[in-house]
């Protein structure tokens, strides 16, 4: 079996951890129990050279929008505008610049525009709530696990004390 990309990401950061821990050295002044509890610090992985801060994503924001009262756009803005606040690149597709009748929505032109971000750009898609029964999400989030892109669940403040991603 291949191992996925998460599974990649955490093979990686466990080998960088036991590099870390195998040469970690006593800081000056240091004493025996605190040399011991920067490295079962530094086994949990939170060394402070691998968490100064948060990962920063691109991400292609994925939900459903037909049927929805005004496509979803609420939602999608919302999220986007959390994201967005938590230090993320957001390609919200809510966005997608278009001043006519929704009738006349350039569906061709704008799906290609995601799927070139999704392709080039994003490293991460959050899927909103609702996901599972859209046929544009199907193709979005097929594309995005073509591509290696990790996948996300957005979960919102209804669900938990404030918005949670939890990664699939």
């Known amino acids: 079996m291949i191992p996925s990309q998460v599974e990649r990401a955490k093979m990686r950061h466990a080998e960088a951890l036991a590099r870390i821990v195998a040469g970690a ?17 530094m086994r949990k992985g939170a060394h402070p050279e691998t968490t100064k801060e ?10 459903p929008m037909k049927g929805y009262p005004g496509s979803n756009y609420d939602l999608f803005t919302r999220v986007a505008g959390e994201l967005r606040a938590a230090g993320h690149e957001v390609h919200n597709p809510a966005e997608f610049p278009h001043d006519g009748p929704h ?16 392709c080039n750009e994003a490293d991460t898609i959050v899927l909103l709530p609702g996901w599972q ?6 193709a979005e989030l097929a594309l995005a696990k073509n ?18 991603l939890t990664f699939l």
């Open 25 to 41: 050295e006593r800081v000056t002044g240091e004493t025996d129990a605190e040399f011991k509890a920067r490295l079962s610090e």
């Open 54 to 63: 948060p990962v920063k994503r691109k991400i292609y924001l994925s939900g």
């Open 103 to 118: 009738g006349t929505f350039p569906l061709r032109q704008a799906f290609a525009a995601y799927c070139a971000y999704i």
């Open 133 to 138: 029964v859209s046929l544009g999400v199907s």
């Open 147 to 164: 591509c290696g892109l990790e996948v996300a669940e957005y979960a919102d403040a209804s669900v938990a004390e404030e918005f949670r």
